[in-house]
């Protein structure tokens, strides 16, 4: 008999953390039970012989060795082994809430066909609540919940075998590759599961290690950021437009979209490794992006503010870096810059 959740484990240099995660796994207590595929992803360290210890001393551990191939590839390898009605994943540096899974299959019994969905802590003595309950949501909700950082990721997620394990994760990408999968996935339900829902579990299900990942903008710098997340970008505003999310849900959801990239070229200037009037051609070419100019026009006719706006529709480079370098380091002047900014509209544009 199968179990009733598999959770997929890609491995990569992984050796100080690997018991804590299969640990927070195998310990969890679910009807039906449950197994665990770790994906050695050709790690140079120890993991790979830590993952076959587990596997060792629990039937319910399997191991898949593969030259590295990167995350994507290593998920896709744990869902061809995968063998359950539901999957889970999760990253080899994090762990599971002890009784995660109860909770997640709890608002799938309860809300049949649903989208399970649950809330993350980084706070590792932050207590998941002893009966956690589901709000549901109907699909054109998918703006709000992307926007509360519900969507992006994988592993805060209850898949259906049948359907997950019919896609894959996209190896082109090196950054956002998570979010194409979740809309593909999404995508399916719309196509295969009439009237499904979002049920978002209200508690922190899942431990998320934010200090070793150095995936983030602020810490890992991407030289195809810019080129990269427009892509991503017109998937999930494909998506809205299909589930048909409300106008003054993509409001907000555009202003992020356009802090997305303004920031990504501000890092340009501020830390790619070619000399400083290269990198102010790479950032002058994002500037004129064809999808980011689409993005000013959508939002010039939703009458919709950022303080990025301006800087980025002039083309001011200097102005850019400007209101992101304050930002980012909290000074008053971002303050004054949006201000300036929204009274150049004479209060005619739609802000938070």
């Not at 399970?116 to 609540?129: C, E, G, I, S």
């Not at 719309?190 to 998320?208: C, I, M, N, R």
């Not at 890992?220 to 950021?225: F, L, M, P, Q, S």
């Not at 950022?306 to 480079?317: D, G, I, Q």
């Amino acid at each position: 008999m199968r179990p009733a959740v598999c959770v997929v484990v890609p491995v990569y240099k992984a050796e100080r953390t690997i018991d804590r995660c299969v640990a927070s796994i195998l310990n969890q207590k679910v009807p039906g039970g449950v197994a665990c595929v770790l994906v050695d992803d050709g790690s140079p360290d120890r993991s790979g012989a830590l993952c076959d210890a587990w596997a060792a001393r629990d039937p319910r551990v399997q191991v898949v060795h593969k030259a590295d191939g990167g995350v994507s590839s290593a998920r896709n390898a744990g869902l061809d082994r995968a063998d359950a009605d539901y999957i889970v994943f999760l990253d080899s540096d994090d762990a599971l809430r002890p009784g995660a899974l109860a909770a997640a299959l709890a608002a799938r019994r309860e809300h049949p066909g649903s989208f399970v969905l649950w809330h993350y802590t980084t706070d590792p003595q932050d207590a998941a609540p002893a009966a956690p309950a589901a709000a549901v949501y109907p699909p054109s909700a998918l703006a709000r919940l992307h926007l509360d950082c519900l969507i992006a990721m994988p592993w805060n997620k209850l898949y259906d075998a049948a359907l997950a394990k019919t896609l894959r994760f996209d190896r082109q990408y090196t950054l956002g590759e998570d979010l194409q999968f979740v809309l593909d996935y999404i995508d399916l339900l719309q196509k295969s599961t009439p009237g499904w829902q979002f049920a978002v579990v209200d508690a922190p299900l899942t431990w998320y290690n934010c200090d070793t990942g150095g995936t983030s903008l602020s810490t890992r710098y991407h030289g195809d950021y810019c080129d990269i997340w427009p892509r991503h970008f017109a998937k999930l505003n494909a998506a809205c437009a299909a589930l048909g999310v409300p106008a003054g849900d993509l409001l907000p959801l555009h202003r992020a979209q356009l802090t997305v990239l303004a920031e990504g070229i501000a890092d340009i200037l501020r830390r790619d490794p070619a000399p400083m009037g290269q990198r102010r051609d790479k950032a002058a070419a994002a500037l004129r992006g064809p999808w980011l100019r689409e993005l000013l026009r959508t939002m010039r006719a939703e009458k919709n503010y950022s303080p990025y706006y301006l800087p980025v529709w002039w083309k001011n480079l200097h102005w850019l870096y400007a209101a992101a370098e304050a930002k980012r380091t909290g000074s008053p002047l971002y303050g004054r810059l949006d201000w300036l900014g929204y009274y150049l509209f004479l209060g005619r544009r739609r802000r938070e």
